[in-house]
T-cell receptor, first 110, second 115 residues
Framework: RKEVEQDPGPFNVPEGATVAFNCTYSNSASQSFFWYRQDCRKEPKLLMSVYSSGNEDGRFTAQLNRASQYISLLIRDSKLSDSATYLCVVSGGSQGNLIFGKGTKLSVKP | DTEVTQTPKHLVMGMTNKKSLKCEQH?????MYWYKQKAKKPPELMFVYSYEKLSINESVPSRFSPECPNSSLLNLHLHALQPEDSALYLC??????????????FGPGTRLTVL
């Protein structure tokens, strides 16, 4: 089983749609969880950290289920500017290194 | 301010050249990282520094040599690279290496082409 698995997509959705991304991780000792967004030929930018209690930032909602080792990201009312690759990222172990999923590509169309 | 800066933005070098990539942050972060990213792939960790000491070397070839002169600076010295080393090289930093506060912030990267 891969350490962090994501559906690679692409997800092609119309503006205004709601889209959900899922991610699973294999290391039950993982401590921190993140969603990063990466535009073409740019660096990853932190979108949000993910907590067991769930967290919301505007149109974006992230959820963590530790029992199922599952992370989700929900984007409501998609905008053209949301088009990017979304990376599920897990940190674990004493070295704190990040484990990246392969990313899910989102394309929002007019 | 969550800014990490990297220079140069672009670098083209021959296989016999020696060059250096530079990374700087002024957020007081004590952990700094080098990643390599090929097209359509996620970033791959190369090196980790914690409190200016090398913490992780992910079996990177010796033609890549990291250096952490102080808590704000991180260099990556390049020598005798191969064309397959062409990639985007990303620097990142975090408050600490593990636990709460280990959110990593990335610089814009150096796009390296080896001829």
């Amino acid at each position: 089983r891969k350490e962090v698995e994501q559906d690679p997509g692409p997800f092609n959705v119309p503006e205004g749609a709601t889209v959900a991304f899922n991610c699973t991780y294999s290391n039950s000792a993982s401590q921190s969880f993140f969603w990063y967004r990466q535009d073409c030929r740019k660096e990853p930018k932190l979108l949000m950290s993910v907590y067991s209690s769930g967290n919301e930032d505007g149109r974006f909602t992230a959820q963590l289920n530790r029992a199922s080792q599952y992370i989700s990201l929900l984007i409501r009312d998609s905008k053209l500017s949301d088009s990017a690759t979304y990376l599920c990222v897990v940190s674990g172990g004493s070295q704190g290194n990040l484990i990246f999923g392969k990313g899910t590509k989102l394309s929002v169309k007019p | 301010d969550t800014e990490v800066t990297q220079t140069p933005k672009h670098l083209v070098m021959g296989m016999t050249n020696k060059k250096s990539l530079k990374c700087e942050q002024h957020m007081g972060h004590r952990a700094m990282y080098w990643y390599k990213q090929k097209a359509k792939k996620p970033p791959e960790l190369m090196f980790v520094y914690s409190y200016e000491k090398l913490s992780i070397n992910e079996s990177v070839p010796s033609r890549f040599s990291p250096e952490c002169p102080n808590s704000s600076l991180l260099n990556l010295h390049l020598h005798a690279l191969q064309p397959e080393d062409s990639a985007l090289y990303l620097c990142a930093s975090s408050q600490i290496l593990a636990g709460e506060g280990n959110t990593q912030y990335f610089g814009p990267g150096t796009r390296l082409t080896v001829l």
